[in-house]
């Protein structure tokens, strides 16, 4: 599996981005897709994920409302709409995938990053 993020950027508080995520080397329907970031000096976290059926999303809170994670699955591609940024969205976004019949719930495929930064 591999996985390339892309759309990062420079905008203003309130300002919007869009991220994608390409998937390649499996069936990308069966896969459980997310985003993580990972802020300067900070620990990564989880920001939302996208389930490999019915596609029922998850958001963390710090992001819910703004943010909304979509998939497309003939395209095999991962989006994150980005809205009402703040600079505390400051971070390098991180596309990941875990298959859906895995035992554990680690996320096993990372993307490079993509880096996303707010200012005030």
Same mark, same amino acid.
């Given at each position: 599996?591999? +996985?390339?993020? =892309?759309?990062?950027? =420079? !905008?203003?508080?309130?300002?919007? +981005?869009? +991220? =994608?995520?390409?998937?390649? &080397?499996?069936?990308?329907?069966?896969?459980?897709?997310?985003?993580?970031?990972?802020?300067?000096?900070?620990?990564?976290?989880?920001?939302?994920?996208?389930?490999?059926?019915? &596609?029922?999303?998850?958001?963390?809170?710090? !992001?819910?409302?703004?943010?909304?994670?979509?998939?497309?699955?003939?395209?095999?591609? /991962?989006?994150?709409?980005?809205?009402? /940024?703040?600079?505390?969205?400051?971070?390098?976004?991180?596309?990941?995938?875990?298959?859906?019949?895995?035992?554990?719930?680690?996320?096993?495929?990372?993307?490079?990053?993509? +880096?996303?930064?707010?200012? =005030?």
């Amino acid at each position: 599996v591999q +996985l390339q993020a =892309s759309g990062g950027g =420079s !905008v203003q508080t309130g300002g919007s +981005l869009r +991220l =994608s995520c390409a998937f390649s &080397g499996r069936a990308f329907i069966n896969w459980t897709m997310a985003w993580f970031r990972q802020a300067p000096g900070k620990e990564r976290e989880f920001v939302a994920n996208i389930y490999w059926s019915r &596609g029922n999303p998850y958001y963390a809170d710090s !992001v819910k409302g703004r943010f909304t994670i979509s998939r497309d699955n003939p395209k095999n591609m /991962l989006y994150l709409q980005m809205n009402g /940024l703040k600079p505390e969205d400051t971070a390098v976004y991180y596309c990941a995938a875990r298959h859906h019949a895995a035992a554990s719930t680690e996320y096993n495929y990372w993307g490079q990053g993509t +880096l996303v930064t707010v200012s =005030s």
